[in-house]
């Protein structure tokens, strides 16, 4: 008995965690834009620096 | 750089439109003006080329737009700090709107903008909100260097009057977010709690695990209790306070009562409670508010007068010097300097011999107004042409414009139609609930008191109105949701219920059943030999004028440009010019015949009058195009039985054009003032009719709002539009009878789904009724018909707007 106990205030305190992290992330404005970051990840900067007459190099 | 006029249509590489008038070509890339070839050539040098790889022709057409020092004023450090957000020495942070963000390119080429220039150090596009942060540093750029970048990419940032006012933007509430994960984390813990309780039917290995479990359920549902369901307790004693049951009363009565009984059972030992179905009912209710309150944040329905004028314009002190002042503090007799394309901030008088005014916005008069000195010019006009002086008659907050506005403001809140309906559904609702619930008890009280409180307290908590709570909500907000996918946008889901119930329709004529940017013109008088026809157009290629511009366009021929030899523009009368040995004279009545001549007639129609060598031979009349599909929309929305009327502030030239497409039942008034429609729209709305305006401009505005659904038609819809219910963009006029049948049809749907919970009220009921609810059988009743209501709105709304060919 005293491990379902202890499995289940176990299991409240990880969901209680999932909880706290779901405020803080939109309290941190993740969702308020969803549509840029999905674009920025796909932006590569490298190509445009080896296509610029050797500006690095 | 190599011009040429070419004969295929070409499609420019900046911003995809058709280049109509002639097209540039710098590196095989084929531009329709100067103003993408200008954007394409600042990308290029700063290797900003990827900007056309993430998607084709990105950019947004630069025709049309005025140049010049019209930032100066952001160099004013009074002007500067009311859009700056924290600035320091080293760094200042700034937050532009940017109407005409639409694409991934866009993303892109915003964020890289510390490559054109130096001194930006940080910068991040929110795109939802079409909104543009930039960290600078004051030392190497300014904020007026900024917003001239970004107006000369193409990127012009919205600066006006209500921002200034208003800086601090109203955080959209994330409250409602909390509460909603709060509702759903409780909800899922204590059903995994429960399941205990369900599987055992009520036996236990040990009475410690049930006490356990009990408490940690009502340790779990409290917040949700307080915090989650607090504003519909808070709406509901609202509505008491007020002497009306809304549709939250029974809501509260309902959780309420779950809560205090499962409490009672807990700490009694004497049961299990309802927690689950308490928290999951809350949980799916605050779901689906969320889903109705969906807003367009990047949209604005309320916009007034402020968001339309400009944050300054240039005062010429007494000693000739010019500076910026805000708009809102300019004073009467201020002398004020108006460049081309800006609107005239406040009533003054023209200083200027000339001056050429659009007031297309406040009057809905498709064609600029010819002004001379000492006239009186109006708020809210846009010059066209040359600059002009004038001096200040009246103060910003007094103006014509401004009047306007607070006129049709005064109306007053008042309650929606939805309110109306859902109050008095929830006052029966509540009246029979409690009824029942009181009959049970009283019922159940001479044979045993226990179950008499239990039968009591269980059909509040089988009746809590679920399903008023949300099939409304899941149906409307789908609806807004494919509405929206379309191009039409409604300001609340409240809106569709008030456009289920209209009766007449109420049109204004410019803009909105014609095609702003489409004009037909017909010649009228002796037949021009084509060497002529050609010369005409190469003058009138050489005038700014918009209708001069419009008239090149339309002859257009495949020939090359014939030499001017001499030209005269007199602004806002005509142009002369000299061609091969003739001379030819294009302009007004005035201008061309004389203004001594009767000129009543003609001047029903804008026309541009035609004299080659002395000889006037006839002249070119500008017509509006009615939209595409006109009469079968109107067609059909009078075999629907809407009435329909036109309110126009146009003149009655084309009295038989309208009288041939709305058939001769409908009502059509000409020559209206703004104060006509709203007047017009309150004597419809005495005889008890529902009125849907359908308007586009400021001169509408009074009667948007006083009519009882007023929509938009917008070409774009970052434009300003006046207050409205709905903006509804120009390709989709034409689904206004699907919109009008959608919107019947949704309330159909509601009152089914209404039916469809009744039915499980009443299974409900009966083991209420009997004292015998267990929390297992609520728990199984609840989340069924919860989902299957949720399920249905949906799938009957989408498959409806798919029938209607909405979505």
């Known amino acids: ?57 | 750089m190599l011009k040429s006029t070419t004969t295929t249509k070409t499609v420019c590489y900046h911003c995809g439109e058709f280049c109509e008038e002639e097209t540039i070509l710098v590196d095989d890339k084929q531009f329709c003006c100067t103003g993408c070839k200008l954007v394409y050539e600042i990308l290029k040098e700063n290797n900003l080329c990827t900007y056309y790889s993430f998607e084709g022709t990105p950019g947004k057409s630069k025709k049309n737009e005025a140049i010049g020092h019209r930032y100066a004023y952001l160099d004013t450090e009074s002007i500067a700090e009311k859009l700056i957000i924290f600035k320091n020495k080293n760094s200042t942070h700034v937050r532009f709107h940017i109407p005409k963000m639409h694409c991934s390119s866009c993303i892109w080429l915003l964020e890289h903008l510390s490559r054109l220039d130096k001194g930006v150090l940080q910068n991040q596009v929110n795109f939802i909100q079409k909104e543009l942060f930039i960290v600078f540093d004051p030392k190497i750029t300014s904020l007026r260097k900024l917003v001239e970048l970004l107006d000369r990419i193409g990127y012009e940032p919205e600066l006006n009057l209500e921002q200034i006012q208003q800086k601090i933007k109203k955080k959209k509430s994330k409250i409602r977010i909390y509460k909603i994960g709060l509702a759903g984390f409780a909800f899922g813990n204590i059903m995994l709690l429960s399941f205990p309780e369900y599987f055992s039917g009520g036996v236990y290995n040990g009475e410690d695990f049930r006490k356990i479990f009990g408490f940690l359920n009502l340790f779990l549902a409290i917040p949700v209790f307080f915090f989650s369901a607090n504003e519909f307790m808070i709406n509901a004693w609202k509505g008491i306070q007020q002497k009306t049951i809304n549709i939250d009363v029974p809501i509260a009565i309902g959780i309420i009562a779950m809560f205090l009984r499962s409490s009672f059972e807990i700490i009694s030992g004497t049961g299990a409670g309802f927690f689950d179905s308490m928290t999951g009912l809350v949980f799916f209710m605050l779901l689906g508010r969320n889903f109705q309150d969906k807003t367009y944040d990047w949209l604005s329905f309320d916009r007034d007068y402020k968001s339309y004028f400009p944050i300054s314009v240039t005062r010429i002190k007494n000693s000739k010097s010019e500076e910026p002042v805000t708009v809102s503090d300019l004073k009467i007799n201020d002398r004020l300097r108006i460049h081309h394309l800006e609107i005239i901030p406040a009533d003054s008088l023209l200083v200027e011999d000339y001056a050429s005014i659009d007031y297309s916005f406040v009057t809905g008069e498709s064609n600029p107004v010819n002004c001379l000195k000492g006239e009186r010019i109006y708020a809210g006009g846009k010059l066209i042409g040359s600059t002009a002086e004038v001096i200040v008659q009246r103060e910003v907050s007094q103006s014509y414009l401004t009047q306007l506005w607070n006129r049709s403001n005064d109306k007053g809140i008042s309650i929606s139609y939805f309110q109306k309906i859902s109050a008095a559904i929830s006052k029966w609702f509540v009246i029979i609930t409690l009824t029942i619930a009181t009959a049970s008890a009283i019922y159940w009280y001479s044979l045993d008191i226990n179950k008499s409180i239990n039968a009591f307290t269980s059909v509040l908590v089988i009746a809590c109105a679920c399903a008023l709570a949300l099939s409304a909500p899941f149906t409307f907000g789908n609806m807004l949701r494919i509405l929206g996918k379309k191009g039409i946008y409604l300001k609340s889901a409240f809106v569709i219920e008030r456009l289920a119930d209209v009766h007449t329709i109420v049109f204004d004529k410019t803009g909105t059943l014609t095609e702003s940017n489409n004009v037909a013109i017909t010649y009228k008088g002796n037949e021009i030999p084509d060497e002529h026809l050609d010369a005409i157009e190469s003058i009138a290629a050489c005038s700014s004028h918009p209708l001069s511009k419009l008239l090149a366009k339309h002859l257009h021929s495949n020939k090359k440009c014939l030499k001017v030899n001499y030209i005269l523009e007199h602004p806002g009368k005509g142009i002369e010019g000299d061609i091969k040995n003739h001379h030819y004279s294009l302009g007004s009545y005035d201008f061309i015949v004389g203004i001594n001549h009767e000129k009543k007639d003609k001047q029903k129609h804008t026309s541009i009058f035609i004299k080659i060598d002395e000889c006037t031979i006839g002249y070119f009349q500008f017509n509006n195009q009615y939209r595409h599909g006109l009469k079968s929309t109107i067609e059909k929305l009078q075999k629907d039985n809407y009435k329909t009327a036109i309110i126009t502030g146009d003149h009655e030239g084309e009295k038989m054009i309208l009288e041939n497409i709305f058939s001769s039942t409908s009502e059509i008034k000409f020559n209206q003032s703004p104060q006509n429609k709203l007047d017009y729209i309150k004597h419809l709305q005495k005889h008890g009719d529902k009125i849907l305006m359908v308007g586009d401009g400021l001169n509408d505005a009074g009667a948007l709002m006083q009519s009882n659904i007023g929509l938009t038609i917008s070409q774009d819809i970052n434009n300003f539009s006046p207050a409205c219910d709905g903006i509804v963009l120009n390709d989709q006029f034409n689904n206004l009878p699907a919109l009008l049948s959608f919107a019947k049809s949704g309330i159909r749907i509601v009152i089914i789904s209404f039916i469809i919970s009744i039915a499980y009220n009443v299974i409900g009921l009966y083991f209420a009724i009997q004292g015998t609810l267990s929390p297992v059988i609520a728990a199984i009743l609840m989340p069924i018909s919860t989902s299957s209501l949720v399920l249905y709105t949906v799938i009957a709304s989408s498959l409806k707007a798919r029938k209607l060919g909405l979505s």
């Open chain 1, 1 to 57: 008995m005293s491990v379902i106990l202890i499995l289940i205030i176990c299991s409240l305190l990880v969901s209680t965690g999932f909880l706290i992290a779901f405020f803080w992330s939109v309290n941190n404005g993740q969702y308020d834009d969803d549509i840029s970051p999905a674009v920025r990840i796909l932006i590569d900067d490298e190509i445009e620096d080896i296509d610029s007459t050797n500006k690095n190099k």
